[in-house]
């Protein structure tokens, strides 16, 4: 099965920095790989599929890049409701659909 | 608008059996692979089952094969999780969601429901 890794866990950060969150995959997945935010108590959201393409009605400050076992997420300037976790997601396997563990975004 | 709601959630018993679904509206659930999604608490998304648009195709995790059923009536426009003898370490929110297919094959969770919560205790 492929693997997802993402790196940081966590992260503190500050409204207006930039952020970049990292995932790396076990095996070369092409760009097969989506990006999802989700805030507490709630379903998460589709950000970023096919590692760089935006999902419509998702601001301009987030960004993707990345193809074969590296991608990164990017947030230009961080704003109060970006505060969330972040989930990187295979879409390569034909069989299996892995996530990676998740990165929360906390208030610094 | 499409929409995705879970039900059939709650406590469990060990070695019990319960049947989650999802009702689907405002999209041809027919020409729609489905997947359920599942996170225990406190913890990350983990991928359960999908199945495919006509019903035809199902995969699981592999430790969810053998335990978990997934079915789909596209007459009702219904998604069904049936859990059979589940254990304490399957408590979790379960999520139904629907999977997209882009241009160059790309896919995606597009929607998501809110979630049924599930405890498996005794």
């Known amino acids: 099965d492929i693997q997802m890794t993402q790196s940081p866990s966590s992260l503190s950060a500050s409204v207006g920095d930039r952020v970049t969150i990292t995932c790396r995959a076990s095996?070369?997945?092409?760009?097969?790989l989506n990006w999802y935010q989700q805030k507490p108590g709630k379903a998460p959201k589709l950000l970023i599929y096919?590692?760089?393409t935006l999902q419509s009605g998702v601001p301009s400050r987030f960004s993707g890049s990345g193809s074969g076992t590296e991608f990164t997420l990017t947030i230009s300037s961080l704003q109060p409701e970006d505060f969330a976790t972040y989930y990187c997601?295979?879409?390569?396997?034909?069989?299996?659909?892995?996530f990676g563990q998740g990165t929360n975004v906390e208030i610094k | 608008q499409v929409q995705l709601v879970e039900s059939g959630g709650g406590l469990v018993k060990p070695g019990g059996s319960l049947r989650l679904s999802c009702a689907a509206s405002?999209?041809?659930?027919?020409?729609?692979?489905m997947s359920w999604i599942r996170q225990a608490p406190g913890k990350g998304l983990e991928w359960v089952s999908y199945?495919?648009?006509?019903?035809?195709?199902?995969y699981y995790a592999d430790s969810m094969k053998g335990r978990f059923t997934i079915s789909k009536d596209n007459a009702e426009n219904s998604l069904y999780l049936q859990l059979i003898s589940p254990r304490a370490e399957d408590t979790a929110v379960y999520y139904c969601?629907?999977?997209?297919?882009?241009?160059?094959?790309?896919?995606?969770?597009?929607?998501w429901g809110q979630g049924t919560l599930v405890i498996v205790s005794s």
């Open positions: 199945i495919s648009a006509s019903g035809s195709s199902i």
């Open positions: 405002g999209f041809i659930f027919s020409d729609y692979y």
């Open positions: 969601a629907r999977r997209r297919t882009e241009a160059g094959g790309h896919w995606f969770f597009d929607y």
């Open positions: 997601q295979q879409s390569y396997s034909t069989f299996t659909w892995t």
């Open positions: 096919a590692a760089s």
């Open positions: 095996q070369s997945i092409n760009n097969h």
